[in-house]
């Protein structure tokens, strides 16, 4: 029985599944003997943003993007800012888009106001559509356009290593600085940082977001161990200290923006570039 076990190798989860079976993610199966996404294709949200709202301050600031996203995700997280798709699995209803009409529609887009610099993948989580993104980024390359991730981090080094060529732009969830408050929303800290590092060594524009949950991550020390850290790769780093509000499972009250704003002067004694975020 356990010769049919495949492992998804994707992400740290290392999900071991039987024939037919899917994964922590809802987006990933044994299908065939072979792990295989779900959400191929499968468009749940398609928009054209502006690029601050990925959030992107410093990557070509002022220009609109192409935003798509799917279902599924490979954390748990009670606040989900985007639970309707995020944790939604393959009954949701999509509307299938081939690699090639999404370029196609992101170029259309680029030729007409107010613009297009290509597509950002976001939304649910973005690396659980990995072939999907791997087959489209080289057609959005071809004809100009960038390739945005706004992404969780949770990916493993090999197939992050495989993808970085093709991405330009990143926004990281940094979403904690502890290794138990990470295994509760169901993620893994270090896989998270090493996509951080690893993006930011291959060239890839990089910002970072970490949203403020009270009790769970708003103290002074960790912010300013998170800062620190981070500007040991750059100083140049962006980091977005974005607000919590009531979402999905959880009900406590907003985060008190005179909590972002200490925050925000904590991360500025290491970091050149800190912004507000849903203030």
């Not at 049919?4 to 987006?27: D, M, N, Q, W």
Request: charged content about 20%.
């Amino acid at each position: 029985m356990n010769a049919a076990l495949v492992t998804c190798r994707l992400c740290p989860h290392a999900c071991r599944l039987g024939a037919g079976e899917t994964g922590f993610c809802r987006a990933r199966a044994n299908i065939g003997g072979t792990i295989r996404p779900k959400n191929y294709g499968r468009v749940t949200s398609l928009a054209l943003d502006p690029i601050e709202k990925k959030p992107l301050y410093h990557f070509h600031p002022g220009g609109f993007i192409l935003s798509v996203g799917s279902f599924g995700c490979n954390l748990a997280c009670p606040f989900c800012q985007n639970a309707s798709i995020a944790m939604a699995d393959a009954s949701i209803e999509t509307e299938n888009v081939s690699p090639a009409q999404l370029a196609a529609l992101a170029e259309d887009l680029s030729r007409r106001p107010p613009g297009n610099l290509g597509v950002a993948f976001t939304y649910n989580e973005p690396l659980l559509s990995y072939e999907y993104i791997m087959d489209t980024a080289p057609l959005l390359h071809a004809v100009g356009l960038k390739v945005v991730l706004v992404t969780n981090g949770m990916i493993c080094a090999e197939p992050l290593a495989r993808l970085l060529p093709h991405v330009d732009a990143m926004n990281i969830d940094l979403k904690a600085w502890h290794t138990d408050t990470y295994r509760r929303l169901g993620g893994d800290l270090e896989a998270v940082k090493g996509t951080i590092v690893r993006a930011v060594a291959h060239g890839v524009h990089v910002e970072v977001t970490t949203l403020v949950v009270p009790t769970m991550n708003d103290s002074t020390e960790d912010m300013d161990e998170e800062a620190h850290w981070l500007s040991t790769l750059s100083p140049e780093i962006p980091l977005h200290i974005s607000r919590y509000f009531p979402r999905h499972r959880m009900t406590t009250p907003p985060t008190p923006i005179s909590t972002i704003d200490r925050l925000i002067e904590i991360a500025h004694r290491h970091l050149h570039h800190v912004h507000r975020g849903n203030c």
